[in-house]
């Protein structure tokens, strides 16, 4: 198997079981509280994080496919999570979980439309820094993992 084909299905199998798992919440885990240093986020508000970061990050990975060198030296991830945040703050988490599940497909089907020497374009990644398009995609599912893990403890 490519490594292309075993990335994308990384990102497809773990997308399901991400999807799975904030299909399965009550209304009050939905509530739970995730984070509560700096900005409170809920199981909620970390959806929506993925939902804005993985919409962002994909179309900022074709930007650098096609040749650009990424997001600029001063990006602030936090600032971009505050207004993501903001601007998603009315949506109900069914409708996130619609839009996590649109927005994971669109990752796995930009990322098995590329070739695999794409896997060798660099670009600067808002966290990894200059970085391979290769580790970006893995980021993408690490980036879940994590956030995966911290909603899980949160919920003991």
Known sequence: MSELNELT??????????????AGLTDEQWRAKVYTE???WSIRDVLSHLVS????????????????????EDFSID???????????ALPPRELLGQYKEVRSNSVVWAAGLKEEELEI???????GMTKIRDMIKMLYIHNQNHYRDM???LK
Do not use: T, W
């Open 38 to 40: 700096g900005a409170m």
């Open 152 to 154: 899980k403890k949160a």
């Open 79 to 89: 600032r971009y999570n505050a207004a993501q945040q903001e601007r998603m703050k």
């Open 9 to 22: 299905d990384k990102l497809k199998s773990e997308g399901e079981k991400i999807h799975a798992f904030f």
């Open 122 to 128: 660099a670009g600067r990644h808002p966290f990894l």
């Open 53 to 72: 970061s993985e919409r962002g990050l994909v179309n900022l990975f074709e930007r650098i496919r096609a040749g650009g060198e990424g997001v600029s």
